[in-house]
């Protein structure tokens, strides 16, 4: 028996064998474990992808005042695909305070995984646990605010016009196309943001892009007409003729008109300047100057359907110089148009111009359409632009400057992010 041992242990041809079954164990081992790392890498993945987008459902639920935990329960119905329950006690969920952020939820998941291989020496399933933070940041400031609520795109860039805004532009729109450029248009604002998406284009001057976020509230909200005494009729409406000059640098307070046709030299007051049921119109051959004015077209008759309530049309020959108070109620707003007027397509606010104007301060027409068409070179001090839709177009350019910013004033966006 001895002398067979030694022979076989002389054999070289049975080494392999014996080191194969030796490190069969290892082998197996190895396979097992890396079957399990997989495993709990994508179960960990999954379980990460479902507490970030319930984070998020969760932020979207505070901005709109519903309830975040049944937000997040529903989100999980959808999102939660690991093909596990949630471990009693959890979704855990939240509010912590971040610097710079407002509306922060914390969703934290954990679900018990068995892993095939390991189970085998293991008498209880290891625990997976994903934790996310979301909220809402602050974008920039936007000088272009569109209230369009519907699938309608709500703002669009066209013709060969370069528009340069120094700010950003954000609309309310639901619709795949929210914003578009197209033509030769060029357009420098950042950044671009919309309730819907936004077409990547080469026309918005690599602008970040910052589609699905959180609607913006109108900005003017709580700016109301002030009370006039009405003043319909042929009788009170104001028409300056070509070649003429009206001079009314002295008004203030209150100034009301039926309508207001402007082809004159025209001087106005530190006013406001009430249209009631016309339009403001400004002629090819205008020269109109204030300081300290707002022109607000709306009407005197009470409410809602059925009423006139004027537009914006200013000729793009006009030379206009034109800046909003800086105080009082219709501070920093330079046209403000009554939120009863009656929307349409064909209801639209013409703003044109040249090189020689120049506007400061706030359009508003939240219900109503709102064309800016560059001519030539229109330039506008610290404008914001604020309307149911902003149309850019024409052969010239449109520059927004705001040197020193817009301070209380200013428009900021905010959009849901992922913050740990």
């Not at 399990?36 to 999954?46: P, Y």
């Not at 001079?247 to 307070?253: K, V």
């Not at 939240?366 to 068409?373: A, K, S, V």
Request: with cysteine; net charge neutral.
């Amino acid at each position: 028996m001895i002398s067979f041992f030694r022979k076989l242990w002389k054999n070289k041809r049975g080494n392999a064998l014996v080191i194969a079954g030796a490190a069969l164990p290892l082998v197996i081992g190895s396979a097992g474990l890396a079957s399990d790392t997989i495993q709990w890498v994508l179960l960990k993945r999954q379980l990460q992808r479902a507490a970030d987008s319930a984070a998020i459902a969760g932020v979207y639920a505070r901005v709109l005042g519903n309830d975040q935990t049944a937000a997040i329960n529903t989100d999980l119905t959808k999102n939660q695909n690991t093909g596990y329950s949630l471990q009693s006690g959890y979704p855990q969920i939240s509010n912590p305070i971040i610097t710079n952020t407002t509306n922060a939820v914390r969703v934290v998941l954990q679900v018990t995984q068995p892993l095939h291989f390991s189970g085998l020496f293991i008498s209880t399933s290891p625990a997976i646990q994903a934790a996310a933070t979301a909220a809402t940041v602050a974008t920039g400031n936007y000088c272009v605010v569109s209230l369009e609520n519907t699938s309608a795109t709500g703002i669009t860039a066209t013709g060969n016009s370069n528009i340069d805004l120094g700010c950003g532009m954000i609309t309310d729109s639901t619709s795949l196309n929210a914003a578009i450029a197209t033509g030769s248009s060029s357009v420098h604002a950042t950044p671009i943001a919309a309730v819907g998406d936004i077409q990547d284009s080469a026309h918005w001057n690599s602008a970040e892009l910052l589609p699905f976020t959180v609607a913006e509230t109108d900005p003017f909200a709580n700016v109301n007409v002030p009370p006039f005494t009405g003043c319909q009729g042929n009788a009170n409406k104001l028409q300056v003729t070509s070649n003429t000059t009206y001079n009314h640098s002295t008004d203030t307070g209150i100034v009301c008109f039926s309508d207001m046709s402007l082809n004159g030299n025209v001087t106005l007051g530190s006013a406001t300047y009430i249209i009631d049921s016309g339009n403001l119109s400004i002629g090819a051959q205008a020269n109109v100057t204030c300081n300290g004015c707002t022109f607000v077209l709306t009407s005197s008759n009470s409410g809602v359907s059925g009423i006139q309530i004027g537009n914006v049309s200013i000729n793009g020959g006009a030379e206009l110089h034109l800046t909003p108070p800086t105080s009082g109620n219709f501070s920093n707003i330079l046209m403000y148009q009554d939120r009863r007027a009656p929307s349409g397509s064909s209801q639209s606010n013409q703003i044109n111009g040249n090189s020689n104007s120049t506007f400061t301060g706030a359009f508003y027409f939240p219900t109503r359409i709102l064309d800016i068409n560059g001519t030539s070179n229109l330039n506008f001090t610290c404008a914001q632009f604020v309307a149911r839709n902003v149309n850019f177009s024409g052969n010239g350019s449109v520059t927004n400057t705001c040197t020193g910013g817009y301070g209380p004033n200013g428009i900021a966006g905010k959009h849901v992010r992922l913050v740990a």
